[in-house]
């Protein structure tokens, strides 16, 4: 199983992920384009951040990249909400509420 890393030097958690993983693997972007069974241009979107994978297709680059699952489902995720408060000015506290409601449901 691949290890994943992240680096801050990317946009995107996942996007940290193909850039990583797709050359140990030997990947072009055509080629994972095709396994995920999306256009290439798709995958050179996500790449650069313009784009996310939906959920759907996270399982499917898990395997097809010898990757934990529900780690890159996590990271998946850490996109999703990342865009979703990232111009907020009080998404800090806002998360942290998130992450005390998260905590009382359990």
């Known amino acids: 199983m691949a290890q994943l890393y992240f680096s801050t030097y990317f946009c995107c958690p996942v996007v940290a992920q193909l850039t990583i993983l797709l050359p140990a693997y030997h990947l072009l972007l055509r080629q994972l384009a095709t396994k995920l069974d999306v256009d290439t241009s798709i995958i050179s979107?996500?790449?650069?951040?313009?784009?996310?994978?939906?959920?759907?297709?996270?399982?499917?680059?898990?395997?097809?990249?010898q990757a934990d699952k529900v780690e890159l489902e996590t990271l998946w995720l850490v996109d999703q909400v990342f865009d979703l408060v990232k111009d907020q000015p009080n998404a800090d506290e806002a998360l942290k509420s998130v992450t005390k409601k998260i905590n009382r449901t359990k």
């Not at 313009?50 to 990249?65: N, S, T, V, W, Y």
Request: no cysteine; charged share 45%; hydrophobic share 40%.
């Open 45 to 65: 979107k996500v790449e650069r951040g313009d784009r996310q994978l939906k959920k759907e297709q996270i399982p499917l680059l898990a395997e097809i990249l």
